[in-house]
């Protein structure tokens, strides 16, 4: 939680995230971050390979990189070495963004399921939302 008190505008999905990641940290708690190698940082995102998805293992690594940054080894960041080998992350298909006709029938159907607000007289609305000043008296 040292680290989180160096993030104050972390939000509670980054929190959780760190959280996660330091839960998963196995042998990489016994190492002295000063004493960190690369080789060190190899063997835990091949562990972490092993039992969770590429994409998990890539959030759990930002996690360690900032947390060895914050260290400020006065070398490299060995988390951050671009020779670590990490799992590809394998899209099961390339995004496809909808038609123009889908578009339009997915904002239809948006607009027939939310309610539009009811309307107010305009002597009720506040003068900052027509843009001039509101009428006296």
């Known amino acids: 939680d040292e680290t989180l008190a160096l993030m104050p505008a972390a939000s509670a999905a980054q929190v959780k995230r760190f959280r ?3 839960a998963q940290l196995g042998e990489l708690r016994e190492v002295d971050v000063e004493n960190l190698t690369r080789a060190d940082v190899q063997r835990w995102v091949n562990d ?18 900032q ?4 260290a ?22 390339e995004f496809q963004p909808p ?9 239809d159907e948006g607009r027939r399921q939310v309610p539009r607000p009811a309307r107010r007289d305009r002597g009720d609305r506040p003068s900052d939302l027509r843009g001039g000043a509101r009428p006296v008296g």
């Open 99 to 107: 038609s123009w006709d889908e578009f339009r029938a997915i904002l």
């Open 48 to 65: 972490l390979s092993g039992r969770y998805a590429a994409a998990t293992v890539h959030q759990y690594l930002g996690v360690l990189r």
């Open 67 to 70: 947390a060895v940054d914050q």
């Open 72 to 93: 400020d080894l006065g070398r490299p960041n060995p988390a951050r070495d671009p020779r670590l080998r990490l799992p590809v992350i394998e899209r099961d298909e």
């Open 20 to 22: 996660q990641a330091r």
